[in-house]
């Protein structure tokens, strides 16, 4: 693939009003906005988050997500047995919900940050133009990330709904929360210009 970038050429680009300048200029004369060829420490961003997330994924889906009393009885339950429970109770649609939402996305959107981090690391420009596509599938859903926050919600108004029963979440909410933050913020930190750069 031939292609000139602007590091190539030895010039910045104004991300903002699309006007280009020598490397050295800081601000744009045109708008007025900072100058960046590339955004700094993108890539360490990018990683340290990516590694958050993949630390709290294991105790988002082992601790436990919700604790149900019921006349002094608790039972707690894992984003699993959440799953197992809708399953079981022929509740398809907030099982399969729930199982894409807590483990199928975050673990797809991990293996994407990865592939981002290894492709500029390692200057596998060949690989950028596909890079470039996951990038923005992992932008898009990452919008959508707190739906299974929203799906516990649902499941604790839907428990209590005619039942004597007391729920709260449990820590692996918060360590979920973690996980689609640290996620949103890799993704964000990542510069996507870098994927292009041929050294
Ligand atoms: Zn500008």
């Known amino acids: 693939m031939s292609y000139k970038s602007d590091k190539d050429l030895g010039l910045v680009l104004c991300t903002h009003c699309n006007s280009v300048f020598k490397v050295e200029e800081k601000i744009c004369t045109k708008c007025n906005s900072e100058l960046k060829q590339r955004e700094e420490y993108s890539l360490v961003k990018t990683?340290?988050?990516?590694?958050?997330?993949?630390?709290?994924?294991?105790?988002?889906?082992?601790?436990?997500?919700?604790?149900?009393?019921?006349?002094?009885?608790?039972?707690k339950s894992t984003i699993l047995d959440g799953i197992v429970y809708f399953f079981e109770t022929k509740s398809y649609l907030i099982a399969i919900v729930i199982f894409f939402a807590s483990i199928i996305v975050p673990i797809f959107k991990l293996l994407v940050l990865v592939y981002l981090l290894y492709t500029t690391k390692y200057n596998k420009t060949y690989l950028a133009k596909n890079a470039t596509k996951y990038y923005r599938i992992i932008k898009f859903i990452g919008k959508w990330s707190m739906i299974d926050i929203f799906v516990v919600a649902l499941m604790i108004v839907m428990v209590q709904f005619g039942n004597l029963s007391n729920i709260t979440a449990g820590p692996a909410a918060i360590a979920f929360t973690v996980v689609v933050v640290s996620t949103m913020l890799a993704t964000e930190s990542f510069d996507t210009r870098l994927l292009w750069d041929k050294d």
């Not at 958050?52 to 604790?67: H, K, Y």
């Not at 149900?68 to 009885?73: A, E, M, S, Y």
């Open 47 to 75: 990683l340290s988050f990516t590694i958050v997330a993949m630390i709290f994924l294991f105790p988002a889906n082992i601790l436990t997500m919700m604790d149900v009393t019921t006349l002094g009885v608790s039972e």
